[in-house]
């Protein structure tokens, strides 16, 4: 029976920065590499919001800033699923009750913050 084995070198704790990973493998005398696999840390965060008041019904704009570089989209449902709006500012529908938006700050694809953001009319 052949005695195969594995290395994996791996960083322990979190990841804060990018990071290269590569697995080789060893059977007997001969030993494989797998390719490298670069793991890019991407740490988007919104950086202030700022609410909207009116008396009756109307519209109201809503905004936000995020860290340079970030993406803003505004959601009317916590799960995030489709977007209403983009970019720091966000001018509801006409709304005539307390009514919950929602804004998740982005780098490149992923989707990381999602920070409350809470209007009453």
Known sequence: MEQCGY???SVP????????YQVSVQCQSTQVFSNVVEVTVNNPQITGTTGATRCGPGTLTLQATALAGNTLKWYNSATGVASVGTGTSFTTPTISST???YVAASARKWRHWFTFVNYRV
Not at 13 to 20: A, N, S
């Open 7 to 9: 290395n994996i070198n």
């Open 13 to 20: 704790g979190t990841v804060t920065q990018t990071t290269w």
């Open 99 to 101: 009514t919950d938006y």
